[in-house]
């Protein structure tokens, strides 16, 4: 069964559903697997050996693909989202259209498999396999999936190795933000500030690698000031996938919640990761790593809304856990050269 996955998306629900694209092909191996997502996230799903045909699609470029098409090349199309010219285009190239229930019932009519969405919280992947198990499709492997390629890994040694990064002391990721409409997700500079202190007295050879866009560069600049010997900012410096060589080779990610963090996911890093309570990390946090603390906010199952600050998490807290995932990587606990 040739199947096609449609899902125009941010960085970290492109990644959500890399999991699905496994599963796809572990089900069916000898049969073709195409996926289309948005232009600017191709990029991450670049490499997958699991995907036999990517390309890039959005709503508003559709609307001509496939009305030249006699036959319809994909048996089974899932698609991702609710935007109906998706799904009418989805209709137009597959014999079988897999998607959650749409909000117009001329849509859900294109429709051979009108999923429901979950009524309680589950987990982002646990909710996109829905659509795979309405065939019959499903995995236990729930592991987000990015290939860093070998040219880009030798970059990104090649770069680390030119800024001075030995052995002294752990590389560790910073994201300090999330994106603008959801900036309420963004821990205080000043706690990052905090955490950088208390990491620089336990491993003094510590080198912060500050990741993020050009929304960024304010507060990755007074990080800087503060550390100027330990920070590399790289901020809006490089391509998605080499930020993602770079990031495969710290030995800790520390962020809050967005796409990075995903990322940070996908390639297995150790990580601390920090969600607000109205997109808890329960439902978000990396499956299948080891090495995850998962940093939930203290309001989590009381009364929440987006001027709830993120300020609650204490740096205690953060602190606690990233010395627990840094002693069970086997980092030394101890200062370098004592």
Known sequence: MNILVINVA?????LLITPILKAIKQHYPQHRL????????????????????LGGITPNSQWWRGRLTFTRPWEVALVYGHEPPLIRYASRVAGQVVAFQQREAAVNRLLSHAVPQPTQQIHAVTE????????????PDRALAYQVLPAESRQARQWLAAQRCGTAGPLVGMQFTSFATKSYRDWPLSHFIALAELMLRRWPGVRFF?????QNLARESAFRERFPDHTLCVSGLFSL????????????YVGVDTGPTHLAG???IPMVALYHCRFPGRNLMPLGRPHVAIIEHPGLGKACSEQTPMSDI??????????TVLGATGCSPDPVGH
């Open 10 to 14: 941010r960085i970290g629900d492109t």
């Open 210 to 214: 500050t990741l993020g866009d050009k």
């Open 266 to 268: 996908a390639l297995g």
């Open 241 to 252: 996938r080499q930020s993602a060589a770079l990031m495969q080779r710290m030995q800790l």
């Open 128 to 139: 996109r396999m829905l659509l795979p198990q309405a065939l019959g499709i499903d995995s």
């Open 314 to 323: 204490a740096v205690a807290v953060v602190w606690e856990a990233v010395q």
């Open 34 to 53: 195409g996926c289309l997502a948005h232009p600017g996230r191709m990029a991450l799903l670049r490499g997958l050996p699991f995907i036999d045909n």
